[in-house]
Structures are given as structure tokens and as C-alpha cells.
């Protein structure tokens, strides 16, 4: 399993907005090849910085087939006129789980 880890910073005053089309944007993710789940946090120092994890497969389930498809297209649609710059994107792989 690849954890993708996405840092958004999203624009003053549209956070309502983002969170709602993360939302909409849920069935995107459960059709996409191998993702197994989703989460979104919020920043408590600061409330416009997000970080969206996405479970996938594989790096490529990812992207390739989700960022090549037309579900990733309307994913950036619902939420990209909400972000504040490019988001910051990283997989990471699990070394160890405790309690």
C-alpha cells in the first residue's frame, strides 16, 4: 500500500468551498484503480493548510491511471480554483505501525 500525501494551501475565505468539493469529489476516488480510502485533515496553526491522504495500490494507480483520467480532471475542476499555489504531493510506504 502507497500513501499519498498532498499539502494544499487553500485561498482565504474558500475553505467551506474546498471541503465541500472534497466531498463531492468522494465517488472519483472510490472508482479510481486501486485506491482503498481517503481522509482529509485541516491545519489547527493554520486552518487554510490541508493535507489530503489518498490509499493506493501502487505509486502508478496514482499517477498514471487516476491522474490520467477524466475522474482526475473533474476532481481538479471541483476543488483546483481553490488552491493557494500548486499542492505538494508525496507517496510514502509504511515502515512501522504501533498502537
Given at each position: 500500500m502507497v500513501?499519498?500525501?498532498?499539502?494544499?494551501?487553500?485561498k482565504p475565505g474558500m475553505e467551506a468551498e474546498f471541503e465541500a468539493g472534497v466531498r463531492q469529489a468522494t465517488p472519483l476516488f472510490q472508482r479510481a484503480r486501486g485506491c482503498s480510502g481517503m481522509r482529509l485533515e485541516r491545519g489547527i496553526e493554520n486552518?487554510?493548510?490541508?493535507?489530503?491522504?489518498?490509499?493506493?495500490?501502487?505509486?502508478?494507480?496514482?499517477?498514471?491511471?487516476?491522474?490520467?483520467?477524466?475522474?482526475?480532471?473533474?476532481?481538479?475542476?471541483l476543488v483546483g480554483h481553490c488552491f493557494d499555489g500548486a499542492p505538494n504531493v508525496s507517496h510514502l510506504e509504511s515502515v512501522f505501525e504501533g498502537f
Amino acid at each position: 500500500m502507497v500513501l499519498e500525501s498532498a499539502e494544499l494551501l487553500i485561498k482565504p475565505g474558500m475553505e467551506a468551498e474546498f471541503e465541500a468539493g472534497v466531498r463531492q469529489a468522494t465517488p472519483l476516488f472510490q472508482r479510481a484503480r486501486g485506491c482503498s480510502g481517503m481522509r482529509l485533515e485541516r491545519g489547527i496553526e493554520n486552518p487554510l493548510a490541508y493535507r489530503l491522504l489518498v490509499r493506493w495500490a501502487t505509486v502508478e494507480d496514482h499517477n498514471v491511471h487516476f491522474r490520467g483520467s477524466e475522474d482526475f480532471q473533474e476532481w481538479r475542476r471541483l476543488v483546483g480554483h481553490c488552491f493557494d499555489g500548486a499542492p505538494n504531493v508525496s507517496h510514502l510506504e509504511s515502515v512501522f505501525e504501533g498502537f
